[in-house]
Each structure stands twice: as structure tokens, then as C-alpha cells.
């Protein structure tokens, strides 16, 4: 084999190469590291990749292992999108948390985004203003659903926000106002407080605490013994620590993490998280994603540069989708999320 012919096929080898190769996305801010236990979490050359953009606001991001793709809400949109790698951004279901007839001007789609135990999608509905179970499967998409909860006490709630699963297969979730078109001052609202409540598998709706003022995102720590809630208030942003009975009841509230002297100089506050299997916190909040160790301690903070609303683990259980404002990022790790 002459010369030209070896370079000839060895552009060849290099053109199928690239062309093999996964695609490369844009990237954007940074990774701050404030102890030297976050290199043990997150690869110090990882990346914030920027996989979709364009949305009005991004929220309440969930993997669906059964197709292999992260679908997540666009409040304002009344949207669900789905994202799949190969395939890019797609309208995967819409309406999504208003279904009624006349227009609304809020935050009326759904927020956050939770699988059950059978595969089907549950969705904090803010229009509606209830949890609501998606009837056909995730992969045949409509918006028919059933309501799984809309009152407690004989009064609706004011616009559920994120949801989890507990260790003893009830539901829990948050209520602030946020889906109300006046809030706190919404002549429709009817509970006098921002509440966290359990839905037990027979459908009994039990407030579990009336104490936070905008409680948000929660998670359970992988022994099923805490319940982590975050409070979305400028004048007091912080994540609250419970302990979490047999019975399905908290008790023992206690500040885990108090970040209100960060909100003058970083967007965001404190909104959605997710547990690793390790028992570390991923929370959105001031600046991006915060890392905490299970103690509370600030390992360091994914720096999104957007006010950041959630995330999940998603693909192999070594990645974080986070929805970022406009945008919906990648993040690989070293660590693990539950559930994989």
C-alpha cells in the first residue's frame, strides 16, 4: 500500500469515526467545588451540557426507564416535552395541568413529575389543582386523567408543586400558592396555609405539617428514616430536616441547610431535589444545583447561572438532568441515584 492510499484510509477511518461518535452538545457555566469530597461525586472535568433551550420555564424533570428518555414540565406552556438522546426535544403531552376551557394567565401546567410503581406518570397539576394519575401509558401519551387527590378536609388545594413516593408506597407532596393567579391573596384559595401532605394507597389525604410558608421539592434519604423539604422563601430559603415514623407522620423538624444570604447574589432559591444512594442532596437553589452531604454540609453547587427549578437521575443512574429557566442541562457523575 502506497502513501496516498494510507492517508487516503486513514481520512476514511478518521470521517467514520467521527461520525460514530456521540453527539457534542454546548456547555455552559460551571462547576464550583467547595470540598474535596465533591471529586468523589462529580469527575473534576465534568460538564454542564446544554441539551434542549427555548422554554419558559422548565421544571419537575422524571426518567422513564420504559423508553429511555427524561420528560419534563413547562409550567407556563401547559406542556409536558420529552427528550430523547438521537431524537432531541418533542411536545410529549399537552394540556398537561390546566384542562379547563377558559384561558388562564399563570402558572397553570403541571409542575412536578413522578413515576409509580407500575410505570404510570403522576403529575402535580397546578390549573386543576390537584394530583392527577395520566390514564394511558407513558408510552402512548394523552391528556385523560384520573384525579388521585384535589381536596383535603372538604377544601381544594392551592396548586400541588413536586411529589415523591415514600418507603411505605404513600404519596407525598407540597402545596404553596404558586398556581394561584394571586397567590397567597387568590380570592379561589381555600386552605389558610401552604401545607405538605400524604396520600395514603387507599386515597386518606393527611397534612403532615402547616408550619412551612412556601415549602417546594422533597425527597427521602435512601434509609426511608428522613423526609427533606425545601422552603422557597427569600426571607427565609432554607432545607428543613424531618424524621420520618413508621406511621407516615414527620417529626423533629430541624434547619438542614439555611442558604437565605445567598439569595442577593445568586438566582434561585431553595425548589427541587433528589437523593443519591449515598444519601446525598441535589438541590436546586441559589446559584444552580447546591451537593450536600446527608450532615448539611455545602459540598458544592452546579453553576447553572439561571434560576434552577429541579432534577432527577436519569440513563444509567450516573447522570443528572437539571431544568435550568430556559433550558434542560446534563450533568454526568461519579455517584449514583436511588431507584438504579
Given at each position: 500500500m502506497n502513501i496516498v492510499t494510507r492517508l487516503a484510509a486513514l481520512i476514511f477511518a478518521v470521517v467514520l469515526f467521527a461520525g460514530c461518535s456521540s453527539h457534542v452538545y454546548p456547555t455552559l457555566g460551571s462547576i464550583e467545588r467547595l470540598d474535596p469530597a465533591l471529586d468523589t461525586l462529580i469527575a473534576p472535568d465534568a460538564k454542564i451540557e446544554v441539551l434542549a433551550e427555548g422554554y419558559n420555564w422548565s421544571e419537575g424533570p422524571v426518567w422513564v426507564k420504559r423508553g429511555g428518555y427524561v420528560i419534563f414540565s413547562d409550567v407556563p406552556e401547559n406542556t409536558i416535552f420529552k427528550w430523547?438522546?438521537?431524537?432531541?426535544s418533542s411536545v410529549y403531552l399537552k394540556p398537561s395541568g390546566y384542562t379547563g376551557d377558559v384561558p388562564r394567565d399563570k402558572e397553570s401546567g403541571s409542575n412536578g413529575l413522578v413515576i409509580d410503581a407500575n410505570g404510570r406518570?403522576?403529575?402535580?397539576?397546578?390549573?386543576d389543582r390537584r394530583l392527577a394519575r395520566m390514564i394511558p401509558r407513558t408510552d402512548y401519551p394523552r391528556p385523560k386523567f384520573d384525579t388521585i387527590a384535589d381536596k383535603y378536609d372538604g377544601n381544594r388545594f392551592n396548586s400541588p408543586n413536586d411529589a415523591a413516593f415514600g418507603p411505605d408506597g404513600a404519596l407525598y407532596f407540597t402545596d404553596p400558592p404558586y398556581g394561584l393567579a394571586k397567590g397567597f391573596d387568590d380570592p379561589a384559595r381555600e386552605l389558610p396555609y401552604a401545607g405538605v401532605?400524604?396520600?395514603?394507597?387507599?386515597?386518606?389525604?393527611?397534612?403532615?405539617?402547616?408550619?412551612?410558608?412556601?415549602?417546594?421539592?422533597?425527597?427521602?434519604?435512601?434509609?426511608?428514616k428522613m423526609l427533606y423539604i425545601a422552603q422557597s422563601?427569600?426571607?427565609?430559603?432554607?432545607?428543613?430536616?424531618?424524621?420520618?415514623?413508621?406511621?407516615?407522620?414527620?417529626?423533629?423538624?430541624?434547619?438542614?441547610?439555611?442558604?437565605?444570604?445567598?439569595?442577593?447574589?445568586?438566582?434561585?432559591?431553595?425548589?427541587?431535589?433528589?437523593?443519591?444512594?449515598?444519601?446525598?442532596?441535589?438541590?436546586?437553589?441559589?446559584?444552580?444545583?447546591?451537593i450536600l452531604s446527608p450532615e448539611g454540609k455545602h459540598l458544592g453547587t452546579i453553576l447553572t447561572g439561571q434560576a434552577t427549578g429541579n432534577c432527577c437521575f436519569g440513563e444509567d443512574g450516573h447522570t443528572l438532568f437539571i431544568t435550568a429557566d430556559m433550558y434542560l442541562l446534563r450533568v454526568r457523575l461519579r455517584t449514583c441515584g436511588m431507584g438504579f
Open positions: 430523547k438522546e438521537g431524537e432531541g406518570l403522576i403529575l402535580c397539576q397546578h390549573g401532605f400524604r396520600i395514603a394507597p387507599d386515597g386518606k389525604v393527611t397534612l403532615l405539617t402547616d408550619k412551612l410558608t412556601f415549602p417546594n421539592g422533597l425527597a427521602f434519604s435512601p434509609n426511608g422563601d427569600p426571607k427565609a430559603a432554607l432545607w428543613m430536616q424531618y424524621d420520618f415514623n413508621p406511621d407516615g407522620s414527620i417529626s423533629n423538624g430541624r434547619v438542614l441547610l439555611d442558604v437565605t444570604g445567598m439569595t442577593s447574589s445568586r438566582k434561585g432559591l431553595p425548589d427541587g431535589m433528589k437523593v443519591d444512594k449515598k444519601g446525598n442532596l441535589f438541590a436546586t437553589g441559589p446559584g444552580g444545583v447546591l
